[in-house]
């Protein structure tokens, strides 16, 4: 108790109690990159702010993990008033060796889509943190929120409401809808094919109960991709992954084509963007302008990438829907898998049908997904046919490889089938169909 | 307590809004850009439909920031950029501006405050990483030291652009992998099972839901010295730790039993090829702070070997795709042992089914 009295005092101006000793730690302040130990000593050396003594106290069981190479949080349950999730509570199992960082907890708090942020903002969200917090702060997180990290118990209901005043709400955490990403986009790139910051915030907007009372099997993440160079990485990370895509010709300027191959060389460019293609929809003419085979180019971004002056998506613009993305737990890796191969998203009603494929895919989860169960998980345990059946999507061979080379199926009802393919695609050609 | 204090509500706004704090330039532009370059290295100059132009510099952070650092940072915003700043995905700052003339003065800004400028194009950006013991409940190693460990090996790869094509490294404490997916990924690797402290189990963890935890049915309820407990078939589990968040009793970690594995070929992205998960390369690495040096020799083996073999554009993976594993491993010097053969669900879809043989 005398130590935490010390510590007590040090915050309300007498000498700040001893620092830790951190040989460790001190070997990672060498070196040309930022260093985050330096950072953390900037805390503990603030003395006159209250946070001082618990940074300390931080340094000195980061060090002792430093020595013995094993972690000394655990979790347990701290939340802001009306909500369930958002709050990472940590409490240190070396409490009586670090009393004053006993309790540090994080608030994950939802970022600006994009992440565009002002410096006045970043310098009310320090100011926030420096009377409720640690002082600590990591932009990002893997989940992308602003990550506040260090908090007493006490003080996270009064930090979050600081926080809210100014716009900001909780993230996700738990069996809940989680934080979400999207990538500039629209805001500073040329190949953005729909609008990431709409997408993002009327999809996440619309969903926040989801997010905010955990009440999923587990968690469900979204994130938005302007074009298939997918910044945020959301075809893996994502249990939603919208891509963003186009269906008609790509744009050629023939004029910055021909630039592009005086510059680069004309072996260099066949070696370095036709051959590249991973289609063969490429090839270059012996005048040096490009010849483009769209039906058969898969939108992958490479030449578009290299001859960026020359090369730009099409008009009729939108996304993609990839379904099911995660990492290892608990049958291993999912990439997530082509559900929808293109929507529309130009219009308000493009983006409210977005919005409802969303709603329709997280109620098909809460409804259908074992315990700690990922969708793409719940799509391998029941079968594609099974899961678009559930989610009202009719299959479609841009979501394989190729077609099943296993005979193990029972395919009695297979002319049916081939019927409403048919039908489907008559629909599609605008012609009449007589079941209608 | 206080019962006449009503607690505040929250007014659940959800994702904030941008365009107020998105530069003027960007906002005018929103949707209309036309084409982009790079000056130099960490310099991407945009050009939009309109005309307008804008310069970003992009400078590499610690990610876990104290306030001290970011009030730096926007100091070097309001002084030498226009007061608007973005972060990446892999928490690199971004000043934009609206003339070239001010892009060196930011440059040598950023460079005396200690901040490199880099990681754009076909450099290694910064690491995507975990929290591990700063603040993780379940961590195997301290990512934020690994990862500072790394980028001070790679700072010059950060600052110039002279890899084949971009570099995406990942770094992640449990073998949950948070980090994601790499061109070069450092993760912890368990070795062995989890140790069980049967006088907490009962108390601490619900056992039915440890038991549907674990991928390959090795744990089973199970009386031990007369209480409820659970049991660990060791032949069978494959220690990835799936237990250990659900249950700490059953401690996964051990001082020297947790060790860490490099993997490399992981892309998100879709150019070329179709989006691929990281392999296999060395597993069994000491994980030895504070600064990781067998970790960080195979990384720079693994990262030279692409640097010098590589063609322009091609990714880390597909750089092996072409060359073949059997030339990647003798151009890296590291073994290939049968612990490289996928054993997992669809283990044999990763088997080469072909006469495709390199010499």
């Known amino acids: 108790m005398s130590d935490e009295d010390k510590h007590g005092q040090a915050s309300s101006g007498e000498p700040p109690a001893a620092r830790h000793s951190t040989p460790m730690l001190d070997q990672l302040e060498a070196g040309p990159w930022p260093s985050f130990v330096t950072g953390l000593k900037r805390l503990r050396d603030a003395g006159d702010k209250a946070y001082a003594p618990m940074m300390n106290d931080l340094l000195g069981q980061l060090e002792h993990s430093y020595e013995n190479r094993t972690g000394y949080w655990k979790g347990g349950t701290v939340s802001v008033f009306g909500y369930g999730g958002g709050v990472i509570p940590r409490f240190s199992e070396v409490a009586d060796k670090f009393p004053q960082s006993k309790e540090f907890h994080t608030l994950r708090v939802q970022p600006p889509a994009g992440y565009h942020y002002t410096t006045d903002l970043l310098r009310q969200l320090c100011d926030i943190w420096e009377k409720y917090g640690s002082g600590l702060i990591a932009l990002h997180g893997q989940s992308g929120d602003i990550m506040f990290q260090g908090c007493s118990t006490e003080n996270v209901q009064k930090a979050f409401d600081e926080f809210n005043e100014i716009g900001f709400d909780l993230g996700g955490a738990g069996p809940a809808l989680r934080t979400s990403t999207s990538c500039v986009g629209h805001a500073r790139c040329e190949k953005s094919c729909y609008d990431e910051v709409r997408a993002h915030r009327s999809v996440i907007n619309e969903f926040l109960d989801e997010m905010h009372r955990p009440a999923l099997p587990y968690k469900f993440k979204f994130k938005f991709s302007g074009c298939g160079n997918d910044c945020v990485n959301a075809i893996h990370r994502a249990d939603f992954a919208v891509i963003g895509t186009w269906r008609d010709d790509m744009k050629v300027d023939q004029e910055e084509v021909k630039k592009y191959v005086a510059k680069a060389g004309r072996k260099y460019t066949i070696d370095h963007v036709i051959a590249m293609c991973p289609t063969r929809a490429l090839s270059l003419n012996d005048d040096d302008t490009l010849d483009v085979d769209n039906k058969s180019c898969v939108r992958c971004m490479h030449c578009l990438n290299v001859m960026n002056k020359a090369l730009s998506p099409g008009d009729d613009r939108g996304a993609s829907i990839l379904i099911g993305g995660k990492r290892s737990l608990k049958i291993g890796d999912l990439m997530g898998t082509m559900i929808v191969p293109f929507i529309k998203l130009e219009t308000d009603e493009d983006y409210q049908r977005l919005i409802e494929f969303g709603r329709r895919l997280i109620d098909f989860f809460a409804e259908n997904a074992l315990e700690h169960e990922r969708i793409g998980e719940t799509m391998d345990r029941i079968g594609l046919p099974a899961f678009l059946e559930a989610i009202g999507v009719d299959p479609d061979p841009n979501m394989v490889n190729h077609p099943r080379t296993s005979s193990f199926v029972r395919t009695d009802d297979f002319t049916v089938e081939a019927e409403k393919y048919f039908e489907r695609k008559a629909r599609e050609a605008g012609l009449n169909v007589a079941a209608d | ?359």
């Open chain 2, 1 to 359: 307590m206080n019962s006449t204090v009503q607690p505040r509500r929250p007014v659940e706004t959800g994702v904030p809004d941008p365009f107020p704090y998105m530069h003027p330039l960007m906002r005018k532009n929103y949707g209309a850009w036309a084409w982009h370059d790079r000056l130099r290295p960490g310099v991407l100059h945009h050009v939009a439909k309109s005309g307008d132009q804008i310069w970003t510099v992009r400078a590499g952070t610690q990610r876990q920031m104290d306030v001290f650092t970011i009030r730096k940072l926007c100091d070097i915003g309001d002084k030498y950029a226009e007061g608007h700043v973005r972060f990446t995905t892999r928490s690199n700052i971004e000043f934009m501006v609206s003339s070239v003339d001010k892009v060196q003065p930011l440059i040598d800004a950023l460079n005396a405050a200690g901040f490199p400028v880099g990681g754009t194009g076909n450099s290694v950006s910064m690491i995507s990483h975990t929290q591990g013991w700063l603040h993780c409940d379940i961590p195997g190693t301290d990512a934020s030291g690994v990862v500072k460990s790394l980028m001070d090996m790679m700072h010059h790869e950060f600052t110039h652009e002279e890899m084949p094509n971009r570099v995406r490294i990942t770094t992640s404490c449990c073998q949950i992998n948070c980090g994601g997916q790499g061109d070069i990924s450092i993760n912890v690797q368990y070795t062995k099972p989890p140790k069980i402290n049967h006088d907490l189990v009962s108390k601490v963890c619900e056992r039915p839901a440890v038991v549907a935890r674990c991928p390959v049915a090795a744990i089973r309820p199970a009386l031990v010295d007369g209480k409820p407990s659970l049991e660990v078939d060791e032949k069978k589990c494959v220690c990835c730790g799936a237990c250990y968040p659900p249950c700490p009793p059953m401690q996964i970690n051990g001082a020297d039993s947790t060790k860490i594995a490099v993997w490399v070929g992981g892309k998100h992205s879709n150019a070329r090829s179709k989006p691929t998960f990281h392999k296999l390369v060395v597993a069994n690495l000491p994980n030895n702070p504070p600064r990781w040096p067998e970790v960080t020799e195979v990384v720079r083996k693994i990262l030279y070997a692409y640097k010098e073999n590589g063609r322009d554009f091609e990714r880390l993976g597909e750089w092996i795709e072409r060359i073949g594993w059997p030339r990647f491993f003798e151009l890296t010097g590291f073994a290939f042992t049968k612990h490289h053969l996928d054993t997992w669900t669809g283990a044999r879809k990763t088997m080469n089914m072909s006469a495709h043989v390199h010499f």
